[in-house]
């Protein structure tokens, strides 16, 4: 009870933040939350493969990025009526079709991505993955007749639901959050099927799986596909919050703030993706707001959460949940 | 012909600039284990410093020491700091940790210099060009900086192959309980070693500064092909580090000139061509050219 | 820098929402969101400098609130901090955009979205000339391809037969060479793009000098200039071909980052600091004293800009209630120019002269610009004929 109750604080929050903040009169204030929302979805997937897995990509941005364009592309062509590239279809302006496209491009992308990068390990995987990343990043970047390294601004607005136009800030939140949590409840079922335990199993001694009769590189590419789609479902929700896509998305930099939040919030623990998410937006805006040169307090900050607070906030939660014995064990 | 050798030489001369960052890249990275995000903040270092010396003293000499010698002092400064802390964490903390330094780095550069990119001319006395060939007039500066880097890497071969120090740094990396046992300071031998690749990449920084907008940020893209010549070498290796950096080196240069001529989309596969190189290489060889196998 | 915290700003919006409409006498808040940071970050610095020093010696600092934000050049973020200054802060006019790809992602949405006016005091990107001209925007330094066009004329007048044409690989870099393609007579020699931030550009002047052309044209703002031009002239190629480009490669901040390198270049403008007339004296003496820097161009912008708008507000007594007012106040570009001569055009984007001036040292040794000629008289941007405002 206690545990579930630990699980669906974080998403409490992110419910009642933004309600709160539209009652006081502060509706600017929502897409500082939905923002969560989306980046706690991106980290929570990327939890999945490296919690889980064991895999440690430093290029889950090229994944963002991609499920951003796949609205942007559509919206484009929706608006101004002229067929997009793939077949004559034309272009698409509707959540129902661009999210679950976005997850088919980001999976399919995800498989070669994934399964180059599995042929190394350790630190030469982080940088493979760094490197396809990039390769995304140049490709948009050459994407000319999508803006290049502009990229699209959707002036006209973001997408509909069902046909339905969601211009009030609060609906796209809920809308993000109820994504978040079925991603949750999805990505921890996953976990703990014999899918999640091959994963978690090949992490920990991969030569075992594999000597127990299973190919634990089909499961490690399959997670890393069905992460990549979720995170390309993020960056179409990006898409729909900043009515704008650029390669930026895929900036090696978003991978690295996605790995900060993972650990902020404690590797594993799923639920702990959105702590990471809400206290390094939190940060972030709140550092902004004292100073320009806000990263100047943030990255020593980060040394320092690294250095003393192993386990992230999810771990700190653990902790004070039984009474705060056992300081310092994940 | 002509027009190629000299492109050549071009992307020689970039593949001493990362040469000179890759090497210190892959000591720290081969011997502690740790990878450091934060190697570029050092390369950005050297060249502040150096242009902010030169401007101040006139003096490029005095530039080219100070800058070094700060990325040096910086180098021994983080290592005491945070990154001894690190080397028996796992490759996923020290990513962020080094990433968190990254942002303080930067800002803090433009805490103390402002945000206008500062300048670094070339030495006076290297200021000018010769034609090795008739008809191709070579800046001097460029083939000074080929012939300074050749010289160190010579120098760092020499250290590491032919020294006693060098010969604890190559032991250190083979078992390093054993040199602990053998009565060896180990603490002191990775300062050393984070010292002197930090060094190495504010020599770097100032070497390529007249090249570069000396600005907050400079050393994030070099960063990025160090790591992708140090990959595509082998973790570790020096021998890895030069044969990566010519090719990377030169695969750069050339694409960028010679495929936006046969293609519309050759400026944008130009930008892509050395990390589908990497991902080449990695596939065929998991550990890098010359990297140990598992 | 005007900063709030998070929680009193949000007790502040109930606050003032209880207290009703505010005192007469309360200024008029202007929004600036603009580009502090990253490399680029002096040209929003600049820009914010030229409007205060304005504001100063018009004696109207105290009838006039600015609030100043960073963008960070990033277009998401300046949209959600402008969204924020017009519904927390009740911001009506707005200004600030320096980059062509953030004015693209935020005005359009925003002067359709929210009853505000914005006045753009840099950026001028084609299609807001253009299809998407509207009438609460205007824009008070150029339109993109102006000082192009300038360029392209130029070479024409000066009989370059072959020029070599150098740009980023992105769209500001290829509405930058189109530009002077528009009005260039003679033969391409050779049309370059370069990798965005690239910073070495060794192959690409070898290749440039093995075409031997009589000019060439580049167009690098910022670090990635400073470094073109310094390699261009280690190359030994300052003396065998002309270089010419737009301003933004030749902003004094630029020319001392690159140094005598740069002397001589050629480059198009609408302001120069030996402009003579009697706006454009008080305002160099006037930011040389406040800021002990030579001005440029942003700077200058920032000084029209901030003329413009107070010129339409003094029409309509300070109130901003109805915009349509205050935009046909804003039309009419009652005020001095430092740049001379100006008024706005049917798109709201400026009708003025563009000049080519040369790089040159000052009597202090300061290496600054000089007017060489005029180029165009009362220049009418491209697009104009594209916008169906009257």
Same mark, same amino acid.
């Given at each position: 009870?206690?545990?579930?109750?630990?699980?669906?604080?974080?998403?409490?929050?992110?419910?009642?933040?933004?309600?709160?903040?539209?009652?006081?009169?502060?509706?600017?204030?929502?897409?500082?939350? !939905?923002?969560?929302?989306?980046?706690?979805?991106?980290?929570?997937?990327?939890?999945?493969?490296?919690?889980?897995?064991?895999?440690?990509?430093?290029?889950?941005?090229?994944?963002?990025?991609?499920?951003?364009?796949?609205?942007?592309?559509?919206?484009?062509?929706?608006?101004?009526?002229?067929?997009?590239?793939?077949?004559?279809?034309?272009?698409?302006?509707?959540?129902?079709?661009?999210?679950?496209?976005?997850?088919?491009? &980001?999976?399919?992308?995800?498989?070669?991505?994934?399964?180059?990068?599995?042929? !190394?390990?350790?630190?030469?995987?982080?940088?493979?993955?760094?490197?396809?990343?990039?390769?995304?990043?140049?490709?948009?970047?050459?994407?000319?007749?999508?803006? +290049?390294?502009?990229?699209?601004?959707?002036?006209?607005?973001?997408?509909?639901?069902?046909?339905?136009?969601?211009?009030?800030?609060?609906?796209?939140?809920?809308?993000?959050?109820?994504?978040?949590?079925?991603?949750?409840?999805? /990505?921890?079922?996953?976990?703990?099927?014999?899918?999640?335990?091959?994963?978690? *199993?090949?992490?920990?001694?991969?030569?075992?799986?594999?000597?127990?009769?299973?190919?634990?590189?089909?499961?490690?590419?399959?997670?890393?596909?069905?992460? *990549?789609?979720?995170?390309?479902?993020?960056?179409?929700?990006?898409?729909?919050?900043?009515?704008?896509?650029?390669?930026?998305?895929?900036?090696?930099?978003?991978?690295?703030?996605?790995?900060?939040?993972?650990?902020?919030?404690?590797?594993?623990?799923?639920? &702990?993706?959105?702590?990471?998410?809400?206290?390094?937006?939190?940060?972030?805006?709140?550092?902004?707001?004292?100073?320009?040169?806000?990263?100047?307090?943030?990255?020593?900050?980060?040394?320092?959460?690294?250095?003393?607070?192993?386990?992230?906030?999810?771990?700190?939660?653990?902790?004070?949940?039984?009474?705060?014995?056992?300081? +310092?064990?994940? | 012909?002509?027009?190629? /050798?000299?492109?050549?030489?071009?992307?020689?001369?970039?593949?001493?600039?990362?040469?000179?960052?890759?090497?210190?890249?892959?000591?720290?990275?081969?011997?502690?284990?740790?990878?450091?995000?934060?190697?570029?903040? /050092?390369?950005?270092? +050297?060249?502040?410093?150096?242009?902010?010396?030169?401007?101040?003293?006139?003096?490029?000499?005095?530039?080219?020491?100070?800058?070094?010698?700060?990325?040096?002092?910086?180098?021994?400064?983080?290592?005491?700091?945070?990154?001894?802390?690190?080397?028996?964490?796992?490759?996923?903390?020290?990513?962020?940790?080094?990433?968190?330094?990254?942002?303080?780095?930067?800002?803090?550069?433009?805490? $103390?210099?402002?945000?206008?990119?500062?300048?670094?001319?070339?030495?006076?006395?290297?200021?000018?060009?010769?034609?090795?060939?008739?008809?191709?007039?070579?800046?001097?500066?460029?083939?000074?900086?080929?012939?300074?880097?050749?010289?160190?890497?010579?120098?760092?071969?020499?250290?590491?192959?032919?020294?006693?120090?060098?010969?604890?740094?190559?032991?250190?990396?083979?078992?390093?309980?054993? @040199?602990?046992?053998?009565?060896?300071? $180990?603490?002191?031998?990775?300062?050393?070693?984070?010292?002197?690749?930090?060094?190495?990449?504010?020599?770097?920084?100032?070497?390529?500064?007249?090249?570069?907008? $000396?600005?907050?940020?400079?050393?994030?893209?070099?960063?990025?092909?160090?790591?992708?010549?140090?990959? @595509?070498?082998? @973790?570790?290796?020096?021998?890895?580090?030069?044969?990566?950096?010519?090719?990377?080196?030169?695969?750069?240069?050339?694409?960028?000139?010679?495929?936006?001529?046969?293609?519309?989309?050759?400026?944008?596969?130009?930008?892509?061509?050395?990390?589908?190189?990497?991902?080449?290489?990695?596939?065929?060889?998991?550990?890098?050219?010359?990297?140990?196998?598992? | 820098?005007?900063?709030?915290?998070?929680?009193?700003?949000?007790?502040?919006?109930? /606050?003032?929402?209880?207290?009703?409409?505010?005192?007469?006498?309360?200024?008029?808040?202007?929004?600036?969101?603009?580009?502090?940071?990253?490399?680029?970050?002096?040209?929003?610095?600049?820009?914010?400098?030229?409007?205060?020093?304005?504001?100063?010696?018009?004696?109207?600092?105290?009838?006039?609130?600015?609030?100043?934000?960073?963008?960070?050049?990033?277009?998401?973020?300046?949209?959600?901090?402008?969204?924020?200054?017009?519904?927390?802060?009740?911001?009506?006019?707005?200004?600030?955009?320096?980059?062509?790809?953030?004015?693209?992602?935020?005005?359009?949405?925003?002067?359709?979205?929210?009853?505000?006016?914005?006045?753009?005091?840099?950026?001028?990107?084609?299609?807001?000339?253009?299809?998407?001209?509207?009438?609460?925007?205007?824009?008070?330094?150029?339109?993109?391809?102006?000082?192009?066009?300038?360029?392209?004329?130029?070479?024409?007048?000066?009989?370059?037969?072959?020029?070599?044409?150098?740009?980023?690989?992105?769209?500001? +870099?290829?509405?930058?060479? &189109?530009?002077?393609?528009?009005?260039?007579?003679?033969?391409?020699?050779?049309?370059?793009?370069?990798?965005?931030?690239?910073?070495?550009?060794?192959?690409?002047?070898?290749?440039?000098?093995?075409?031997?052309?009589?000019?060439?044209?580049?167009?690098?703002?910022?670090?990635?200039?400073?470094?073109?031009?310094?390699?261009?002239?280690?190359?030994?190629?300052?003396?065998?071909?002309?270089?010419?480009?737009?301003?933004?490669?030749?902003?004094?901040?630029?020319?001392?980052?690159?140094?005598?390198?740069?002397?001589?270049?050629?480059?198009?403008?609408?302001?120069?600091?030996?402009?003579?007339?009697?706006?454009?004296? !008080?305002?160099?003496?006037?930011?040389?004293?406040?800021?002990?820097?030579?001005?440029?161009?942003?700077?200058?912008?920032?000084?029209?800009?901030?003329?413009?708008?107070?010129?339409?507000?003094?029409? !309509?007594?300070?109130?901003?209630?109805?915009?349509?007012?205050?935009?046909?106040?804003?039309?009419?570009?009652?005020?001095?120019?430092?740049?001379?001569?100006?008024?706005?055009?049917?798109?709201?984007?400026?009708?003025?002269?563009?000049?080519?001036?040369?790089?040159?040292?000052?009597?202090? *040794?300061?290496?600054?610009?000089?007017?060489?000629?005029?180029?165009?008289?009362?220049?009418?941007?491209?697009?104009?004929?594209?916008?169906?405002?009257?």
């Amino acid at each position: 009870m206690r545990a579930v109750l630990r699980d669906a604080l974080p998403f409490a929050v992110l419910a009642a933040a933004p309600v709160a903040a539209t009652l006081a009169g502060a509706d600017w204030l929502v897409p500082v939350f !939905t923002r969560m929302a989306v980046f706690a979805l991106a980290a929570m997937a990327l939890d999945f493969i490296l919690g889980v897995g064991g895999m440690v990509s430093l290029g889950h941005a090229a994944f963002f990025a991609l499920g951003g364009y796949v609205v942007g592309i559509g919206s484009h062509h929706a608006y101004d009526g002229s067929p997009t590239p793939f077949f004559g279809l034309p272009g698409w302006n509707d959540l129902l079709i661009s999210l679950p496209l976005a997850f088919v491009v &980001g999976a399919v992308i995800a498989l070669p991505f994934g399964w180059v990068s599995l042929r !190394t390990r350790g630190a030469y995987f982080i940088m493979i993955t760094l490197a396809l990343a990039q390769m995304v990043y140049y490709g948009l970047v050459g994407l000319t007749s999508y803006g +290049g390294d502009d990229g699209i601004s959707m002036w006209w607005g973001h997408n509909t639901l069902a046909g339905f136009e969601t211009a009030d800030r609060i609906v796209l939140h809920f809308l993000c959050l109820a994504l978040l949590v079925v991603a949750f409840v999805v /990505l921890k079922r996953l976990r703990a099927a014999p899918f999640g335990r091959v994963l978690d *199993g090949a992490r920990q001694n991969e030569a075992r799986m594999r000597a127990l009769g299973y190919r634990p590189l089909a499961y490690q590419v399959g997670a890393f596909a069905v992460s *990549g789609g979720i995170v390309a479902v993020a960056g179409a929700l990006m898409a729909n919050v900043d009515e704008f896509v650029s390669p930026g998305m895929g900036h090696w930099t978003i991978s690295g703030e996605l790995l900060v939040i993972v650990i902020l919030g404690g590797i594993g623990s799923l639920s &702990g993706a959105v702590w990471g998410a809400v206290v390094l937006l939190g940060l972030e805006e709140g550092l902004r707001e004292i100073t320009e040169h806000w990263p100047i307090i943030l990255g020593p900050l980060l040394v320092v959460i690294v250095l003393f607070a192993r386990g992230g906030i999810a771990g700190l939660v653990a902790r004070l949940g039984k009474g705060g014995g056992r300081a +310092g064990s994940p | 012909m002509l027009l190629f /050798l000299e492109q050549l030489l071009n992307g020689v001369q970039l593949s001493v600039t990362l040469l000179l960052m890759a090497s210190g890249l892959t000591l720290v990275f081969g011997i502690m284990n740790l990878l450091n995000l934060a190697h570029g903040s /050092l390369f950005m270092a +050297g060249a502040y410093v150096a242009a902010w010396t030169t401007g101040v003293t006139g003096s490029w000499l005095l530039g080219l020491v100070a800058g070094a010698g700060a990325a040096f002092v910086t180098g021994v400064a983080i290592e005491l700091v945070v990154m001894r802390r690190l080397y028996t964490r796992d490759h996923l903390d020290q990513v962020l940790a080094t990433f968190g330094l990254i942002l303080f780095f930067n800002e803090l550069v433009r805490l $103390i210099w402002g945000i206008r990119p500062m300048r670094l001319d070339v030495p006076e006395a290297l200021n000018g060009f010769v034609e090795i060939v008739p008809g191709a007039p070579y800046p001097v500066y460029r083939l000074a900086v080929i012939a300074a880097g050749a010289l160190v890497m010579l120098g760092l071969a020499w250290l590491v192959q032919g020294t006693r120090v060098g010969m604890r740094i190559r032991a250190g990396s083979v078992d390093r309980e054993m @040199i602990g046992a053998l009565g060896v300071d $180990i603490g002191r031998l990775y300062t050393l070693v984070f010292a002197l690749g930090a060094l190495l990449a504010g020599l770097a920084g100032v070497l390529a500064g007249p090249f570069l907008a $000396i600005q907050s940020g400079m050393g994030e893209p070099i960063l990025i092909l160090a790591f992708v010549v140090v990959v @595509i070498g082998g @973790i570790g290796s020096l021998k890895g580090a030069v044969a990566g950096s010519l090719l990377v080196g030169i695969t750069d240069t050339l694409g960028r000139v010679y495929l936006p001529k046969v293609s519309d989309a050759g400026t944008a596969l130009s930008s892509m061509l050395i990390f589908l190189v990497m991902a080449v290489v990695l596939a065929l060889f998991p550990t890098g050219l010359y990297g140990r196998k598992p | 820098m005007l900063k709030h915290s998070v929680v009193a700003a949000a007790a502040a919006a109930v /606050l003032a929402a209880a207290a009703g409409s505010a005192l007469a006498a309360d200024p008029v808040k202007i929004g600036m969101v603009t580009t502090l940071s990253t490399g680029a970050g002096y040209l929003g610095d600049h820009v914010r400098k030229g409007f205060e020093l304005a504001l100063e010696q018009g004696g109207v600092a105290d009838r006039v609130q600015l609030l100043v934000e960073d963008d960070g050049l990033e277009p998401a973020n300046a949209t959600q901090l402008t969204e924020r200054m017009v519904e927390r802060d009740g911001v009506k006019i707005m200004t600030g955009s320096i980059f062509s790809n953030v004015a693209m992602a935020t005005i359009p949405k925003l002067v359709r979205n929210y009853d505000i006016l914005y006045v753009s005091p840099n950026a001028g990107p084609a299609p807001l000339a253009g299809k998407g001209c509207h009438p609460r925007y205007f824009n008070t330094a150029y339109q993109n391809d102006n000082f192009a066009e300038v360029m392209g004329d130029y070479a024409n007048k000066q009989g370059y037969k072959r020029v070599y044409l150098m740009a980023p690989n992105y769209q500001a +870099g290829k509405d930058s060479v &189109g530009g002077f393609k528009r009005m260039f007579k003679g033969e391409v020699a050779g049309e370059v793009y370069t990798k965005l931030g690239q910073t070495d550009y060794a192959a690409e002047i070898a290749e440039l000098r093995d075409a031997n052309p009589d000019a060439v044209y580049f167009f690098y703002p910022g670090g990635m200039g400073i470094n073109f031009m310094k390699q261009f002239a280690q190359a030994g190629l300052a003396d065998k071909v002309v270089a010419l480009g737009p301003a933004f490669s030749f902003d004094d901040t630029l020319l001392d980052a690159v140094g005598d390198a740069a002397l001589g270049f050629y480059n198009g403008s609408q302001w120069s600091p030996d402009l003579d007339n009697a706006a454009n004296k !008080t305002f160099v003496e006037g930011y040389k004293a406040k800021y002990n820097e030579y001005p440029t161009l942003y700077a200058a912008q920032g000084y029209d800009t901030a003329n413009a708008i107070v010129a339409a507000l003094k029409q !309509t007594d300070w109130s901003t209630d109805d915009l349509d007012k205050l935009a046909a106040a804003m039309k009419k570009a009652d005020f001095q120019a430092v740049r001379g001569d100006f008024k706005f055009g049917n798109n709201n984007h400026p009708i003025q002269d563009v000049y080519v001036r040369q790089v040159v040292k000052d009597d202090s *040794g300061n290496i600054t610009n000089r007017v060489s000629t005029k180029g165009f008289e009362d220049h009418v941007d491209a697009y104009a004929a594209e916008c169906d405002m009257k």
